[in-house]
Nanobody
Framework: VQLQASGGGSVQPGGFTRLSCRTS????????IGWFRQAPGKERAEVAC???????FYGEPEKDRFLISRDIGKNVVYLDMSNLEPEDTAIYYC??????????????????WGKGTLVTVSS
């Protein structure tokens, strides 16, 4: 069972980037996937989730700028991030609950984590 986040890099303020979370060993229609981020000096925060039935959850700062989606056939979950701000600079991780449990479309206990991908927003 693996998750691997990719797609990070440097982006200018106001710009766009897409992150991908490639999964293996389980199916996306049986496991919610969450995107989390950890900014320097801050605690890890939940950004967006997509549940087993495809329903989504967004954190308040992200709800109008980020879009989470998935391709079940490719076992990939995407996070499209628009109108990026320097405050979005962080390492982004995707995660799942190995037991497939979810709460509000997010992994109930995220115990499967991929390596993070760094997104830097600066001019």
């Amino acid at each position: 069972v693996q998750l691997q986040a990719s797609g990070g890099g440097s982006v200018q303020p106001g710009g766009f980037t897409r992150l991908s979370c490639r999964t293996s060993g389980f199916t996306l229609d049986r496991h919610a996937i969450g995107w989390f981020r950890q900014a320097p000096g801050k605690e890890r925060a939940e950004v967006a989730c997509i549940g087993r039935d495809g329903s989504t959850f967004y954190g308040e700062p992200e709800k109008d700028r980020f879009l989470i989606s998935r391709d079940i056939g490719k076992n990939v979950v995407y996070l499209d991030m628009s109108n990026l701000e320097p405050e979005d600079t962080a390492i982004y991780y995707c995660a799942a609950d190995s037991r497939g449990n979810e709460v509000d479309y997010c992994p109930q206990h995220a115990d499967l984590w991929g390596k993070g991908t760094l997104v830097t927003v600066s001019s």
